[in-house]
């Protein structure tokens, strides 16, 4: 045979084995690159893309049901699952079960991180005795227990992470600047808490009915200061910005301020004709009313920016400008947020707070807009600032910001707010029970009887022990219900 034919046939296979070898490379990687991606195929020969499941629970090692197929693993768990519904049950020897149909989004990740399943025969105890109290509130991180007796003129702080529950006496003298005989007069009431809970902005009405505004350092109260005294505002609101509560947001007769606390400063007015406002660190969101092109009072919803020279408009609210508004707003996973009501109409906006004197205020997109057959009388927001919650009487609104899920849902009892057990689960009162539900109203518990309606419930941030209060005889005694 001819040698050049020989060599042309030889590369002709050399160049056809190295197309093969290439496409099925590619190939490979390709149905590799599906099957990371969650795609595979289902019974009926089709191709779809399934979902990431991630569950955990409180106490973890619990078993997991999946559609009626009980898995391999434990809680914390990890699963692909098809798009679509899923019935999900979990339990666990000792304890009651959770169970929940969760929705699989086509290659998204479903994190399911509110489990909790409580023991089946509890153990309570009375863990410390007061006499009757005028306050008494859990910090937000779940570590503290603030509390004063009606007739005593000290603070008592509580750490409830311990097991001893080892507290300190705080005299309120020295926290509200005042003499000792008044500061166990009038009513007080905390505000709003810094992220360490070392520090607390209080409201303090006294019986003549004058109110003042006060910053509480509970580690050093020497450094305790009179906001209302040393600023010489009359205080609507007062929020704490950041995490060393050294920087506040300040409503005042209608104008919206920015304190320096450690630059003992004011601001000079942010805005005015403001009704109510909230923040998230260095922005503010506010509600001012002003006159439109046609000479009408509107409301308007408006964001500001530290340091920045003015307001970005947001929004034009609807309705009639006597109806009742709120506002909050957070970050959850980096993801920007802005939730308010007028009436019965319910927005949440996310994205990016857009910056003073640039075209961007097209970053908040609007991710839920409802009109309830029901006024919302309080606004909520969970620890994580994931969820949203419009409470009415004996309905709520939920809208969870990481997987855009929303809902209305009824309750058989009133609820007047949305209290916070722990980071995912309401709790509420009902006729001294307490009854608990998770925030998109499943698996609903009662937990504890006999309890105080007044006082507060929480589960301590290290997920040991549920506290709560009980009275009898002009005794009260928190109690403690231990869940590991």
Known sequence: ?????QKRIRNIRVILTNIFMSISVVAIVFVLMLIAMGFSFNESGRLEQAGLLQLSSHPSG?????????QFGRTDFSKMLSAGKHSVYIDKEGYDHWEQDIKIDPGLFTRVEWVRLFPKNAQITNV???KPIRLAEFSPDRRWLILAEQDSNNLVRINIQDEKLKRETLPLANLLNSSSAAAHTGDLRIMDWNENSNKLLARWERDDETATWHLLDLEHSENSISLSSKFNLDFEDVQIANGSAS???ALADGKLYSIDIEKYSVSDPIAENVVLFAHNRDTAAFISTGKNENNKTKRYLLTYKEGEKGSTLIRTLSGKKDLAVRLAMGTHWNEEWIAFQAGQQINVLSGRYPSFGKDETDKLK???EETLDYAPITLSVNQKQRIIIFAGEKNYYFYDIETTDNAAISVDNKISAANWLDDYLLWHN???KVIIRDF????RRTVA????ADKPVVISENNHWLYYFSEKDEEVTLKRYKLD
Request: hydrophobic share 35%; glycine share 12%.
């Open 440 to 443: 998109d109203g499943g698996n």
């Open 128 to 130: 410390s005795g007061f």
């Open 62 to 70: 619990a078993s997991v049901e999946i559609d009626k197929s009980v």
């Open 247 to 249: 920087k506040l947001w």
């Open 1 to 5: 045979m001819d040698r050049a034919k």
């Open 430 to 432: 009902v006729d001294g």
């Open 366 to 368: 609007t991710k839920l």
């Open 449 to 452: 009887k006999k309890a105080s």
